[in-house]
């Protein structure tokens, strides 16, 4: 029978001073309502991440029980999960090593996929930087950013009259998502133009609100990424369009 722990998941970067017995290994067994942080030891006054691994471990009132300084890790330790046989899982993204550790504490030995190529999506607006394995690219939708001419095409497509489907609503805000969703900057165009309000047109409802808000968005960060600007000045481009179309 498998044991369900309610565990509360912390990434946090912890100073010298969270710990007296460094290096010591002292994690304990797993117990209902322990909290666990991924941390790391600093030691790089430019790369503000690097330094030796650990995990902490605390119990439900946020008193230390335990440490566990990772094996074959020296950056930030992030993206902790417990699967259902109660294993933790970590990862050191720098090194592409993934950490296990049992429901007793010790670590088990890491998985290493320092062999794979990956690609890099920064998200700047976001802080974010995405790793995905080459070999996953077209399974998992991405694609390259569309073209300049790409570009010229969906703001022409925005410029035009909407053209809305005689349906019940549900169905046609299942179209839209769809469109958002597949990535392709014409569809989200498209969403753009049929759900955009002037003012001497009625307001759109909040489930039209949304849908609009999520295409905009999208079109103005690939016209961003592509024109090579920032989010307002693509924004203002859009809206140029738009404001023409309302004339």
């Not at 179209?175 to 165009?189: C, F, M, T």
């Amino acid at each position: 029978m498998l044991l369900k722990y309610n565990l509360t998941l912390y990434h946090h970067r912890a100073t010298l001073m969270d710990i007296k017995n460094k290096k010591e290994n002292t994690m304990q067994p797993f117990e209902l309502g322990d909290i666990f942080l991924g941390c790391t030891e600093l030691i790089d006054d430019i790369d503000d991440h690097k330094g030796n691994g650990r995990i902490l471990q605390y119990d439900k009132d946020f008193n230390l029980k335990g440490i566990l300084w990772t094996e074959g890790t020296n950056h930030l330790i992030i993206g902790l999960k417990i699967d259902p046989k109660g294993i933790l899982w970590a990862f050191d993204m720098h090194n592409h090593v993934v950490i296990r550790v049992s429901p007793d504490g010790k670590q088990l030995p890491n998985h290493h996929f320092a062999n794979r190529a990956f690609s890099n999506v920064t998200f700047d607006k976001d802080k974010m930087t995405l790793k995905v394995p080459k070999n996953k690219i077209e399974s998992t939708g991405m694609r390259k950013l569309s073209s300049p001419n790409t570009i010229g095409k969906a703001l022409q497509v925005i410029s035009g009259k909407a053209k809305v489907k005689r349906a019940m609503w549900s169905r046609r805000a299942q179209d839209y998502e769809q469109k958002i969703n597949s990535g392709e900057l014409i569809q989200i165009a498209e969403v753009v133009r049929d759900l955009h309000r002037n003012d001497e047109q009625r307001e759109q409802s909040y489930s039209e609100r949304q849908l609009y808000e999520a295409a905009l968005e999208r079109l103005t960060r690939e016209i961003a990424a592509v024109d090579g600007v920032g989010e307002k000045k693509a924004q203002e481009k859009v809206d140029k369009v738009l404001d023409g179309k309302a004339a």
